[in-house]
């Protein structure tokens, strides 16, 4: 590098935000709050939705603009099988077929509209999105969360918020590891990213940090945590975190997901559900679940406050400590590209480990001097 390149000013490079939204299966939360027989509007991929259940059982996804006049079937009534437009009475059926209009000899040709493949699986509603219009390959995916059809585990906890912001800026976190010390007061000491197919992985170790850590009411401390979270597809992550306590582990896993609203925003969820062990009884399973996911509520809310004021970068300046932020986004590329386009740099397998001598070392000093800085000053460690 030239004296002259070294000492040029770094631009920031943003292009305009496609106005595409992703390939893949989106989780709409659970399938309970879609069952009450009642359409319900969800505000998805820059449309509006309705999400009903007829009374054949089926939970069905269509635009929720009729093709007759634009009535808003979320504002219809479920009739049937079929969702009633509350403007003339027309009956959409979930394969976006008009069935019958009831002051009419015949429904008329090209009577259809967009309908979601549907996916209803561990208790929670997916729809599957195209901008292609094609169905799911088989081989796409969203594996089965066996604790949750299981009595050892707690039912669902699950929170949603609506973040304004581009879906990408969450994305980001697969691979940030520094960020989980300076924005969510961990403490990593092992990452390391996979990403392969439709799958991103980190897998992170981290210790509680002295200067943050208290024994829970319990008396508990806990010493740190292990987390192996997979992305399937472009929104929705599981993650098999496990808390270890002095004596014992929690096992837990959470659901990080989200489904863009439109280019600017999305809707963030996370579900969790908590292994029940000898350390954790009765009630006292369901009482973890919920200091958890109020955990994850905060770590959710600690990420807003940095996006909330935040650029959008496309060509952010990276050290040799962070994580392969473009390795990910080429991954996450292949979900914006139609599926023929989609080229092997953006599946093929990559591996990557952050060597964490520095960070552990810096941020060892760090918390010390939290420490020390705390007692000079008479405050309880
Ligand atoms: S607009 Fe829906 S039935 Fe007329
Ligand atoms: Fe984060």
Not at 126 to 132: A, G, L, M, R
Not at 196 to 201: F, L, N, S
Not at 225 to 254: I, K, R
Not at 287 to 293: E, G, N
Request: aromatic share 10%; glycine share 8%.
């Amino acid at each position: 590098m030239t004296a002259a390149e070294s000492d040029a000013i770094r631009v920031i490079e943003a292009e305009a935000i496609p106005a595409r939204f992703a390939r893949g299966w989106h989780c709409l939360g659970p399938a309970e709050k879609f069952s009450d027989g009642r359409p319900h509007t969800v505000n998805a991929f820059g449309q509006k939705l309705v999400v009903f259940r007829g009374a054949n059982g089926n939970l069905n996804v269509l635009d929720a603009y009729c093709r007759h006049m634009g009535g808003d079937l979320s504002q219809g009534t479920v009739k049937g099988d079929e969702i009633a437009c509350p403007f003339h009475d027309w009956r959409w059926g979930g394969d976006g077929r008009c069935k019958k209009i009831p002051y009419s000899r015949r429904v008329p040709l090209r009577a259809r509209t967009a309908a979601w493949p549907t996916l209803l699986q561990d208790e929670l509603l997916f729809v599957w999105n195209d901008p292609e219009g094609n169905p799911p390959p088989a081989d796409v995916t969203i594996p089965r969360i066996e604790g949750v059809t299981s009595d050892e585990w707690t039912d669902w906890l699950w929170t949603e918020t609506v973040v304004h912001t581009n879906c990408r800026e969450v994305i980001d976190n697969v691979v940030d590891m520094a960020h989980f010390f300076y924005i969510h007061h961990s403490f990593p000491t092992y990452f390391k990213n996979i990403f392969e197919g439709h799958t991103a992985t980190q897998i992170m170790k981290g210790k509680t940090r002295p200067d943050i850590a208290r024994p829970d009411a319990e008396g508990n401390t806990m010493l740190g945590n292990t987390s192996v979270a997979t992305y399937h597809g472009p929104a929705f992550m599981v993650d098999e975190l496990t808390y270890h306590y002095q004596g014992f582990d929690l096992e837990s896993v959470l659901i990080n997901s989200h489904y863009p609203i439109d280019e600017h925003s999305f809707s963030l969820h996370s579900g969790i559900i908590v292994r029940r062990s000898e350390q954790l009884k009765g009630p006292a399973a369901e009482v973890t679940a919920r200091k958890l996911s109020g955990f994850i509520q905060r770590g959710f809310e600690q990420d807003i406050a940095v996006w909330r004021t935040k650029t959008r970068i496309d060509n952010p300046l990276l050290c040799e400590e962070d994580g392969p932020v473009y390795q990910l986004r080429r991954w996450y590329e292949q979900f914006y590209t139609d599926a023929a386009e989609v080229t092997p740099e953006m599946t093929g397998r990559f591996e990557y480990e952050i060597d964490t001598t520095r960070p552990v070392e810096a941020w060892t000093r760090e918390t010390e001097e939290n420490l020390a800085r705390r007692a000079a000053e008479g405050q309880p460690a």
